[in-house]
């Protein structure tokens, strides 16, 4: 008896055992979802019945999945699911379904959707439940045969312009140069090509190369190259040239001001795959165009506007069954700038032919007026198309026309003797109306190896110098002295307030001014004195160095430079720079500079203009004992009857030093009243 129950006892847990380990169509549905919003492809292949793998195969179900999700930009996919609290006891020939949701982003928005997934038993070596797969668990409205279809909808991008409404970046217009092989004239196809080519700015192979393309036919038209739609000199050239080619107005990107207003600008560009891939998930796709340079790229999300894209469903004849999403392009922000124009032609044909940077901005307001490297290139070029050898060109030029001089730092030479009197004013170590005794051309102490400064020739008049005279005639030896009986410490406190080691409250990235490389000037007094003329280890950036001549006509407060119109006209970056009494000392002693026969910015005489400023010539040494460096003129000027205009100018490696510079700045202010 006892052995019946026994037995009876062991079949009945066996019999639980049985049924516990039976398949359930539920883990194979969860399985498979959880392997879907992972995009673990080639898992849900796996949970696939027989019949529905034998649709395609593992490599081809993987691609479809990953082709659609590339194709439509998808991101973010969710799926949910809600199972039975219990879960019936499915038998062979039952088919089971459970109900699921979908969302995803996608080009064209938001796509959400439900379906329900058929599950069926499947008898074998193992028994298990299968996923009936088939088109529409991809999206419901699919079918075998159709396809998803994903366009993105460009946005218009918004335009830059001047104080005035003057476009600096507009969508304009080019003329694409195209060749259409069936209209060459016989005999005449090299002849055209190497007008092309010498019109265009490309070799004769890479034309070629365009011609050779696989989905050319002979009536095929052939972007070859573009010019720009106002550039009726070339246009006419080109309508010389024997026939084949045809011209197609097309929109792009163009600006206006030419090389004038390059680096501040810009220009546009095919995305890279770097960019794109750092921009991942904000709508750009491999044919956008993306600011690469200037404005274009520092202003480029508000440009740019938002892109719209649209994903649909489309039968064997391609024609359109569903549309899954759908989003509308916004166009991008325009934008205005406190840019004048006029002003930046000025100070570009001033300087076009040399190397250098400048900066003009509105000295009560703080509004920037112009923003100039030189020399430039046209942007208008990057637009047209840019061969591999002009391109190579421009990199190998003298001056490296690419490079954006006004972001940089250079030493200001005596153009930072202003500030170094200012300190000295504020702290009381510069007596205005005390005299140095200065007898010789050159000053050292004790203890600086030999090191000494030196007067430049102009200042080695007087033996009995005062602030004014120092300002007025450059006086290295006045400035040395001064900033040593400042002090090293109280110096670098006193030059707080003008903004050194700051970055630049500005939209455009400009390198930060600095005085030292160090925290302090540990007693290196040859270095110290150096500074208080400009030189040691101040850097600025032409910018910069026209902010801190502000608080001179603001009468104390150090004005934030401003380029957006409308947006900060007259905030100050410091407030309380200075006293108006040291303002007004030091404003008159720079009217001087240029009223004075002997100031270093008298010459040339200018008729009608009432200008104040300060000359530097920084010289480029790789030590305290080179004597051979290369020499940058400098010259900081503004207005004092208008005060609208201030520019702060540096040229490269000239040989007269700041003597060179003051007649260009002094001519844009001729050009600009």
Known sequence: MRSWKLWAAVLVFLSLVACSQQPKPEDTFTAYMDAWENGEYDKMYGLLSESSQGLMTEEEFVDRYETIYDGISMEDLAVTYDLPEESEDNGEGEEPSFDFGVKMGSIGGEIDFTHAANLVFEEGEEERWAIDWDSSMIFPGMKEGYT????????????????????????????RVGLVPEQIEEGQEEALKEGLSEELGMTVEAIDAKLDQSWVEPSSFVPIGAVAADDEAKIEALKKLPKGFIFKAEGARVYPLKEAAAHLTGYVGAITAEQLEDRKGEGYSSTSRIGQAGLEAVFEDRLRGTPGGKVAIRDEKGNEEEVLAETEPVAGEDVTLTISSDVQKNVYNQMKDDSGSASAVNPTTGEVLAMVSAPAYDPNQFILGMGAEERQKLQEAPGSPLLNKFTRTYSPGSTFKPI??????????????????????????????????????????????????????????????????????????????????????????????????????????????????????????????AMTYTPFITDGTLLKPTLIKDE??????????????????????????????????????????????????????????????????????????????????????????????????????????
């Open 420 to 545: 170094t009197a200012a300190i000295g004013l504020e702290t009381g170590a510069i007596d205005p109306a005390e005299e140095l005794s200065i007898s010789d051309r050159t000053y050292t102490q004790d203890g600086w190896g030999g090191y000494s400064v030196t007067r430049v020739p102009g200042a080695a008049v007087d033996t009995q110098v005062n602030l004014r005279d120092a300002l007025v005639r450059s006086d290295n030896i006045y400035f040395a002295r001064s900033i040593l009986e400042i002090g090293g410490e109280a110096f670098l406190k006193g030059a707080e307030p003008f903004g050194f080691g700051e970055d630049i409250p500005f939209p455009y990235p400009v390198e930060s001014s600095q005085i030292l490389n160090a925290d302090a000037f540990k007693e290196q007094e040859p270095l110290l004195a150096d500074t208080g003329y400009g030189q040691g280890q101040v850097q600025m950036s032409t910018l910069h160095l």
């Open 568 to 673: 900060g006209a007259g905030e100050p970056w410091h407030e309380n720079v200075l006293s108006e009494e040291t303002a007004a000392t030091i404003k008159e002693d720079l009217r001087a500079v240029v009223a004075d026969e002997e100031g270093t910015a008298h010459k040339p005489v200018t008729e009608g203009l009432s200008l104040a400023g300060k000359t530097g010539t920084a010289e480029l040494k790789q030590s305290l004992e080179d004597e051979n460096g290369q020499e940058n003129g400098w010259f900081v000027a503004w207005d004092t009857e208008s005060r609208d205009l201030l520019v702060s100018m540096m040229i490269e490696d000239v040989d007269k030093g700041s003597a060179e510079v003051v007649p260009k700045v002094k001519k844009v202010f001729e050009q600009s009243s």
């Open 148 to 175: 998803v279809y994903a366009d993105s909808l460009s946005s218009e991008r918004g335009e830059i312009f001047d104080a005035d409404g003057q476009g600096l970046a507009v969508n304009g217009e080019v003329q």
